[in-house]
């Protein structure tokens, strides 16, 4: 790393971009579960792209790689699927709760990297996952308990979200990434405004004037997320920065309480503790924790 790991600057920067994308989960939450999640998606990338696109050209030349924009392409498709359901579930079910169980990526992490990078499953790895699956069970009974505001397809969409999440942060660990945050955060939007853009019209619903604000607020919003994420990681090693993921949570609470006046129950909390427990005890060293589809932010600068 080319910053000392007692250099402030990327833990406030990591913590800045998860208040930003928690801020972006909230106003994708506002749109409501009658748009469409397909333009969702689309209009969220294509914000994205637009205001990565000017970082991109300031930071440049980038060095992109036929093999390296395969290895991105494969991913992006990995990622979209994984932001579809998790938009699928954020809009139909309470903030806090959805957070919670996106947080079981790195137990399905546990099972994808052995065929996938030839990881042996350690014992460590299977109580987490048994302790993970507690949490889970936790948040359910709890929702089931307090009026059931959790459904059964935004619950699977969520935990797919999840396992499709952790199948990207496995096959980023898998391909070399040569490029710099920018170079990443806007291939990624490019491309999955590319792929998605010959379907998105069949599905097309008419935007108003307040729904396009809140698209461009998404892009925005994310785009500074991904590359405030992506600057802190190429200046500190992830042990240090991961946990700082979690803090969402607090994000999440806020942001559900004041703007959709959801309030988690106690056994959401349990939950919680059970799953970001199961978390840190599946961590490998040198795997990043992080249990959302924030792949940009994992990219680590090598040295010279």
């Known amino acids: 790393m080319s910053t000392s790991q007692s250099t402030p600057g990327p833990v406030l920067a990591v913590t800045a971009a998860i208040a930003l994308l928690s801020l972006m989960d909230a106003t994708i939450k506002s749109l409501g579960p009658a748009v469409p999640i397909l333009q969702i998606v689309f209009l969220r990338y294509l914000f994205g792209a637009a205001f990565a696109l000017p970082v991109y050209l300031a930071t440049g030349p980038h060095r992109l790689t036929r093999q390296g924009l395969r290895d991105n392409l494969l991913r992006t498709v990995v990622m979209l699927v994984a932001a579809g359901l998790f938009f699928y579930s954020i809009t139909r079910m309470p903030l806090v709760e959805v957070v919670t169980l996106a947080f079981t990526a790195p137990i399905f992490m546990v099972f994808l990297a052995k065929p996938i990078l030839g990881e042996p499953i350690e014992l460590r790895a ?41 199948l990207g942060v496995v096959l ?41 604000l809140r698209y461009v607020a998404i892009g925005l919003l994310a785009t500074g997320g991904s590359l405030l994420m992506a600057w802190g990681f190429g200046r500190a090693s992830a042990a240090r920065l991961a946990p700082i993921e979690y803090t969402n949570l607090i994000w999440a609470t806020l942001f559900a309480y004041v703007w959709f006046k959801e309030t988690p129950g106690t056994m959401t909390w349990i939950g919680a503790v059970a799953i970001i427990g199961a978390c840190l005890l599946a961590s490998r060293p040198g795997w990043p924790i992080f249990p959302r589809r924030r792949w940009p932010a994992l990219w680590r600068r090598r040295a010279p």
């Open 126 to 166: 299977l109580a987490a996952v048994a302790l993970g699956l507690v949490g889970v069970v936790a948040v359910v009974w709890g929702d089931a308990g307090g009026g059931g505001s959790l459904t059964v397809g935004g619950t699977a969409a969520i935990l797919g979200s999840a396992a499709v999440y952790a």
């Open 172 to 212: 980023l660990r898998k391909h070399a990434i040569d490029a710099k945050p920018p170079a990443l955060v806007f291939m990624q939007q490019v491309m999955g405004v590319a792929l998605m853009a010959p379907f998105v019209w069949l599905f097309w619903q008419d935007v108003s004037t307040a729904d396009w």
